[in-house]
């Protein structure tokens, strides 16, 4: 969805080098997802935020971090790259939701990384 | 954790032929949802199941949630070329706040 944009689309470093991904929204949505994936792994879930002072840790958040800077606005930080870092990321937003019904996420475009 | 499991991992069909795909929680699930990624996009969202018992159906695709809210299963009946992509299901489960993907169904149709 054009709501949700990530840059860059496309990068290649080098090992210990750090990367910033970022990612951003216009759909309003209070909730923001760094997911990560690899070709037979499905889609990882790396770090998620419920609005802009909430930041929790996803399933494989070692090696990452993130920043929430606004309700729009997410960014992962890999800060010493290696190669196996190298995979396709993708963001996603979601709306807060009824209780206890989670709403659909949104993803956006992805970003290609590569770590050589 | 929670985890998800999805299978198969590919299937090749004949356009006409239908196509399921099953999913698996090791945990209940407060809901199920799908999606699909054609080859180099992203994934979009197909639809949630929320009660036990549940089907859906838009079009071709028919969506099931299991009594027990542990397994769900997305039906293709009669593929086209159009069906071609990964079908991923995302569940929640019961005291979970986050959705876990399985590891998707990856479907060739051939013409």
């Known amino acids: 969805d054009a709501d949700v944009t990530q840059t860059p689309r496309n990068r290649i470093t080098k090992t210990g080098k750090r990367i910033m991904l970022e990612c951003s929204q216009t759909?309003?949505?209070?909730?923001m997802y760094w997911y990560r994936q690899d070709p037979g792994l499905g889609l990882r879930l790396i770090y998620y935020?419920?609005?802009?002072?909430?930041?929790n840790k996803g399933e494989i958040s070692d090696g990452y971090s993130v920043s929430r800077q606004a309700q729009a606005k997410f960014s992962l930080s890999l800060e010493s790259a290696i190669p196996n870092q190298t995979a396709l990321y993708f963001c996603a937003t979601s709306d807060r939701g009824l209780a206890d019904r989670y709403n659909e996420q949104f993803f956006g475009p992805g970003t290609r990384l590569t770590v050589l | 954790g929670q985890q998800v499991m999805q299978i198969p991992q590919y299937q090749h069909v004949q356009e006409g032929e239908d196509f399921t795909t099953y999913c698996n929680s090791s945990t209940t699930l407060s809901n199920i949802q799908w999606y699909k990624q054609r080859p180099g996009g992203h994934p979009v969202f197909l639809i949630q199941l929320v009660k036990s018992g549940e089907v859906k159906k838009q079009k071709r695709l028919t969506f099931q949630f299991g009594e027990a809210k542990k397994n769900s299963s997305l039906h293709i009946t009669a593929t086209q070329t159009t069906d071609v992509g990964t079908y991923f299901c995302?569940?929640?489960?019961?005291?979970?706040?986050?959705?876990?993907f399985g590891k998707g169904t990856m479907l060739l149709v051939s013409p």
């Open positions: 995302a569940g929640r489960g019961s005291g979970y706040s986050t959705l876990t």
């Open positions: 759909k309003g949505h209070d909730r």
């Open positions: 935020s419920f609005d802009v002072k909430d930041i």
